[in-house]
């Protein structure tokens, strides 16, 4: 007998303990029930992830569940916000309880791993269609924005570039020596929540490069009115991603890829000195409109382009 949405989701999400101190009611009411500690703000992100679009069919449930919710928490470390609770809601061509659990297995041990509630959420029958909405908290006045670069701050990034791009490109067909660490990156990203936390009062803008650096980092320059310079030679590059360049002449990619999840932020000289996380320095926002590329000496106009749904 097929389980019904209710026996589904009492089988397959109500593992967890609810441990937040934020989580007043979780799963089980009409609504969930969240306290915001007093001089806190509640910062409220939401995501869609649509087979064939954002993922392949038949990718495994188990990565597919961590990736769903890492890109989420990822919104949150942007803004300098500890995450607290979701919601989940999915839409299933059919139950299939091996991939309930698998998917279930990768989203929850995450979820475990930062102390996030799955507080809700729906299900009903449809194309494969994962949604989840995730909630945290930022100290009051405090969250980082896209809309605070000022003229003459570094731009850093957190991490590497580009890798997930090429293992997309190996999803694809390209062919690597060495494919793991990049499909790693492309199926599991990991959300970088402690550097978010550890940038707020320093940084002065940040975003996720979700859709790649030079259509993310335009967000800002948008929002800020400002323009930026980028070092093609400062950018953190692995030797794996250095060697499709080489390979291909796709210079391009690690600018426009997307899928990393690291940080990119903004922050002025004074106060780069304080910065406690690994970062890299990639250029310097100008007041100068535009994205321009430093490279090797010949500074360019960079399109302001990454993944567009509707393009």
Known sequence: MPLSEFALI???FTQQ????????????????????????????????????VHFFAGTDPELLGHKLLAVNLSDLAAMGAKPVSVTLALTLPKVDENWLTAFANGFLKLAERYSVDLIGGDTTSGPLTLT????????????????????????????????????LKIKQGYICADSEAALTRFNRPEPQIEAGLALLGIANACIDLSDGLAGDLGHILEQSRV?????????????????????TGDWSMPLTAGDDYELCFTVSPEQAAQLTIAATKIGIIESKPGLRLNKSGHIQPLEVKGFEHFS
């Open 227 to 247: 323009g930026a310079c980028l070092d093609w030679d400062a950018l953190p590059l692995s030797k794996a991603v250095l060697d499709y360049i080489n390979d």
């Open 10 to 12: 009492q089988r397959f």
């Open 132 to 167: 989840v909405q995730a909630m945290g908290i930022v100290p009051k006045g405090q969250a980082l924005r896209r809309s605070a670069a000022q003229p003459g701050d570094f731009i850093y990034m957190t991490g590497c570039l580009g890798d997930a791009g090429l293992g």
């Open 17 to 52: 303990r609810i441990k937040n101190p934020s989580t007043q009611l979780g799963i089980g009411d009409d609504c969930a029930l969240l306290s915001i500690p007093e001089g806190f703000e509640l910062a409220v992100t939401i995501d869609t992830m649509v087979e064939n």
